[in-house]
């Protein structure tokens, strides 16, 4: 039992080391999800600049530039600095959020069946002296299903620059 919750303890650790790994994916990378409503081009702005993320837009004075839409396993704050990232290097002045869903998803993966050696010690006499002895003996785990869930975040965000 106690190799069970060993083998057990050790896939958390390997899925929670993965999913902090996958934490690391570059915003550069959803680049690539950006589409331009127009053809004009505004110019970046620094990187340390606030651009907000709004639920509407204002009511009146600003130009819809874009659209920003995917969906990541990597969370909502890699969603939030990718639609900050996007609107920087594309000139929006604020972030329109139209739409954001998450999807939980529970699925299985097989640990395969193995043997472990556990060390058994013990003692034998010989010409009147105990002597110390250790073996390692083989237990058969057998395998098992280990349930992992992982949550799907999509976005759709519009970019838009204000009137002057």
Avoid at 7 to 14: H, Q, R, Y
Avoid at 20 to 29: D, E, N, Y
Avoid at 148 to 163: H, R
Wanted: proline share 9%.
């Amino acid at each position: 039992m106690a190799a069970r919750f060993s083998t057990g303890f050790s896939v958390a650790l390997a899925l929670a080391l993965l999913g902090f790994l996958s934490g690391c994916a570059s915003v550069k990378s959803t680049e690539q999800y950006y589409i331009p409503y127009t053809m004009k081009t505004y110019p970046p702005k620094p990187p340390d600049a606030f651009i907000p993320i709004v639920g509407k837009p204002p009511r009146e004075g600003y130009v819809t530039i874009g659209r920003l839409a995917f969906q990541s396993y990597n969370g909502w704050n890699f969603m939030r600095k990718s639609m900050i990232y996007n609107a920087q290097i594309h000139g929006a002045d604020a972030v329109v959020l139209k739409d954001v869903s998450s999807n939980t998803q529970t699925a299985f993966y097989q640990v395969p069946p193995q043997f472990n050696y556990v060390p058994v010690t013990g003692t034998y006499c010989k010409n009147g002296k105990s002597y110390t002895y250790t073996n390692f003996v083989p237990v058969y785990q057998p395998g098992y299903l280990q349930p992992y869930t992982s949550t799907i975040t999509a976005i759709d965000a519009e970019m838009i620059v204000l009137k002057k």
